[in-house]
């Protein structure tokens, strides 16, 4: 099983800031099959971005995906009010099919 | 435009099984897999398996092996999802969740469902 390790754990910044979190594998991923995706308290998850670094339909373009092999991260560039949520990475491909890291949470410092 | 819309919360005793639904609309239901995934209290996410609805094929992680049935009706788009033997520890919301055939990722998720397990 590939097990996927976020961090930090807590990210505590203000709005206007740069964020950026890592998704480290414990094996290598494709590229291809990396995603990431946000969810806010009592909503589902909503896919941010796909294949590593493509972004999903109506995602704003200050959210950025990057990385290969077993190191990824996500880049918000200027933290809007909104961006403060739990923050997902998921591997596709390897028993089990997907794979969740823990989460990252973004908080308003 | 997209909807996936699950049926409402649930209480059950241990060993009970429970079977949650998920009604699509806005796109060709057959055309693409149907992802299961649920949360625990506070916890992480946790993928359950997919099902084809064109062809019915289903695809478990090992961990739900023998306890989890994925379902489809395609004449009302629906796809279930029914979970047995319930224990305490598989309290938690359940997710469906749209993903394009062989794609790595899902796109569009449904509401969630709030299912718990307790004597």
């Known amino acids: 099983e590939i097990v996927l390790t976020q961090s930090p754990g807590t990210l505590s910044l203000s709005p206007g800031e740069r964020a950026t979190l890592s998704c480290r594998a414990s094996q290598s991923v494709s590229s291809s099959y990396l995603a990431w995706y946000q969810q806010k308290p009592g909503q589902a998850p909503r896919l941010l971005i796909y294949?590593?670094?493509s972004r999903a339909t109506g995602i704003p373009d200050r959210f950025s995906g990057s990385g290969s092999g077993t190191d990824f991260t996500l880049t918000i560039s200027r933290l809007e009010p909104e961006d403060f949520a739990v923050y997902y990475c998921?591997?596709?491909?390897?028993?089990?099919?997907?794979?969740f890291g823990q989460g990252t949470k973004v908080e308003i410092k | 435009q997209v909807q996936l819309v699950q049926s409402g919360a649930e209480v059950k005793k241990p060993g009970a099984s429970v079977k949650v639904s998920c009604k699509a609309s806005g796109y060709t239901f057959t055309g693409y897999y149907m992802h299961w995934v649920r949360q625990a209290p506070g916890q992480g996410l946790e993928w359950m398996g997919w099902i084809n609805p064109n062809s019915g094929g289903t695809n478990y992680a090992q961990k739900f092996q023998g306890r989890v049935t994925m379902t489809r009706d395609t004449s009302i788009s629906t796809a279930y999802m029914e979970l047995s033997r319930l224990r305490s520890d598989d309290t938690a919301v359940y997710y469906c969740a749209r993903a394009t055939p062989y794609s790595s990722w899902v796109d569009y998720w449904g509401q969630g469902t709030l299912v718990t397990v307790s004597s």
């Open positions: 294949g590593a670094s």
């Open positions: 998921q591997q596709y491909g390897s028993s089990p099919l997907m794979t």
